[in-house]
């Protein structure tokens, strides 16, 4: 027998069999090492295998006991029984008998006392019974199939019971090196499909030790895992103020100096967070255990203990740190808060709003297993969250009187507003004072209160505000009346004046000044004068002043009933009932060269004679005037009609000729009946005609309009080509593209691809391009799908027709065949295999090695198929039958070529 473990211990047994007169001998030949001792091992028949079956399956040997009386139940087997487990054995004669040598082996951990069953095996040490509790058990239930460790009766595959203090009783290691090799210690599967783990799907439970599962880890459903326990909270290790302080369940915790964590009070505020008994996930575990250290509730549902003379507390309330070490009450004014209720709590007996009941010491526990028991209810269940509460208020938008601070007057904060007023002055600063009498320390600590006043401005209706000084950095005044108003700085958009009926407003506007004013037939205000930021003013009214002086001053109108002028220059056009001037410079010489330009030019044009034109300027302005004031006076009204004007007869000049050698200006609307410009003309600088062009300046404006309106249709060449407002294009004539066409739809009677429409020059003919695609079909993504080129070819990945129509053939002889040949180069036809003949050649010069032939009879064949015997390329393939047939075989053919 030879057994190796962990401990190295290596047994070897030899047993010899041996049959002498009739009897068998025994003998034993063993060498043990084994804890430093050598132990001989007992004979063959004390072994005891498993089982038969399980036996057959050890055949170098099995898990055996050294017990030689095997346990109750149990089934001896000897080294000559069936199913013993066969060693290496070899026979021999030995004076009329046979030698068997047999060898087992045994895993064991140093043991010399190994006892077994059919069922179990129980390694253990020699001075242990089978049976007691310190061996470790090994079972196999053969009817469960569940294995065992140190379990008689296993309830799982694998079950391992143990019992050890301060360590663990199983450990799984995986020593790869972790790192670069990313080893993992376990893997746990649920199923055997890609079916997510639902809720009720657990990886793990874990169990207390009368198997109440008091946390899982199971899956959500949703491809992840959940972590479920019976703690509430989320919790970490914090380091005490004091090491020394005692801190229980329940206490609620506020910073102190120097960072660490203890019991609030009146003098340490500032909640972080309750001590927790039973947090469900606590960070900083390497403060395990240190009495420094303690373990605080930060978010979660925890008992909190409550202030006996808090006030009543419902569900939803915000509790805050009370002046009481550790302990909460309800938040009523604005600060940090350290939890909501969840469940209400009523005031202790005899405790009252402000009243000092200590808190009682450690040694009296409640039922709750917290301080403070001697009410019903020293704790409640709230949701612990830090957070800032502003302040409870009553329906009206005030402070509710019932939470004031302690010493104060208990008094309603609307009554407060309201006497304050009714007082002799009723001044805003009495109502200040008033509150901060009533109101004590809460005024300081909490501005909803003076925001409480202000939302009820509807008791101060009826009185004014009267103070020698009003301080605000923001105040917003829907109507202020004031006598004198002292300001650094005034920021307003309107300023109205309080007259009743006052017409004007002054509008400040960020970059310009304006007076509106509303006039009695419009409700609308309309601009009367402004003045930008830059200096320009503008009045839309008179302007009346005793002096007017400028350095540069540009009028539109100018009325004057006396004007004294030094030097003035008139860039435009100077307009006057009447001008009287001793003299004016140069209007002779001026008047006397367009006299003479005008008899020059007009000799010249042979528009009237020279000796018809008077020679002095009285005469020549009143040549100027028409003859007929009847033909002014018609064209004048049409014009007014036209224009929506009302010029009269005394504001039109109608000379017959107007001859102007440098500059005309006119302001309003030129009306010609022809016009001729001998260079060019131009409008506002930017669109010039000039010759036979029209352009525009690209630095004025890059487009060109022709009709932006969109209305009416445009007409080029007496029809030639037309556009219409709907942007429909007629070309009476051909129409050449050098770039492309882009359309979602092309109709046309007919289309020619290949011919180029661009000649080089007249005595070049249009030739076909003979290169690229003619035709290009693309889908969405921008692939080509079909395209037709220069040789006739097309491809399409899929073609759907109605009707398929195949060229007939265009060389043939008269009768369609000669001498057994049919000559044709159609890709399909018609030919006959005359009667008597087993073959039949079709000569076609298109045939390739690419080209598949189908035939197809259209007469009986008497039971002989057509087929296709030869096929060479560029000349043609035969067709045969292999028994003739005494009459024509009409049969049809169709050439695919393949690519």
Known sequence: MTTSGPSATVSTCQYDIGATSGGQTHSTSSTTTANNADTSLPPYEDFIPATPDQARAYEQGALVAFDATPPLGWTRKSSLDSGFPRGNSTAGGTGGGATHTHTYSIVTSAATNDTSGENAVTIGYSSEQVGSSSPIQILYDDTTTNLGVGQITPLWKLHVTDTQAATASAMIENLSGVGSNNPTALVLRLGSDATNPDTGDRFINFMRGDSTIIGKIQGNGSGGISYTTAGVDFAEYFRKEDPHEELLPGDVLCQGPSGGVTRCTASATGPMGVISNKAGFVGGSDHEGDPGYVIVGLIGQLPVKIDPASSAIAVGDFLTSSTKPGLAMKATRAGYVVAKALEAWQQCPGATAGSDISQNSGDSIGPSGLQNDTCDKPTIEAFVHLGYFAGELTADGFLNPDYVAQGAVSVSAQQVLADAIASPSGSIADIGQTAKDQFGGLSSANLDLFKALWANVQLLTSKLIKTEKLESPLAEIQHLDANIIHTATLSAQFIRSNATDSALTLRLDPDIFTILGTQPDTATPSTLMSIDARGNATFTGQLTTDTFTAQS???????????????????????????????????????????????????????????????????????????????????????NTQTNKNITLAEVLAPKAIIASDFLSVQGLADFSYAQFATGLSVHNSLALTGNSISIDPLQNDTLYIQPSGNGTLNFLAGVLTIDSIGGVSVNGDLYVSGSIYTNTIRTTSLSLGASPFATDSATPNTLSGFGKLLALYDETGNVVGSVDASGSATFHQLTTGQLVIASPFTTTSSGQLAGISTSNASAGTAVLPAGQTELIIANTTLDDRTLVYLTPQSDTRNQVLYVKTKISGEGFTVAVLQPVPQDITFTYWLIKTQ
């Not at 209007?587 to 060269?593: A, T």
């Not at 004679?609 to 100027?624: E, G, Y």
Request: hydrophobic content about 45%; cysteine-free.
């Open 553 to 639: 001053a540009r009028v539109q109108t100018l009325e004057a009933v006396n004007a004294s002028l030094g030097d003035a220059t008139i860039a435009g056009t100077l307009r006057a009932g009447n001008i009287e001037a001793n003299t004016i410079s140069g209007l002779d010489d001026r008047v006397s060269l367009a006299v003479r330009t005008a008899v020059d030019t007009a000799t010249a044009s042979g528009y009237f004679a020279s000796a018809s034109l008077p020679q002095d300027l009285s005469t020549l302005i009143a040549t100027l005037l028409p003859a007929n004031n009847l033909d002014i006076e018609t064209v004048l009204t049409q014009l």
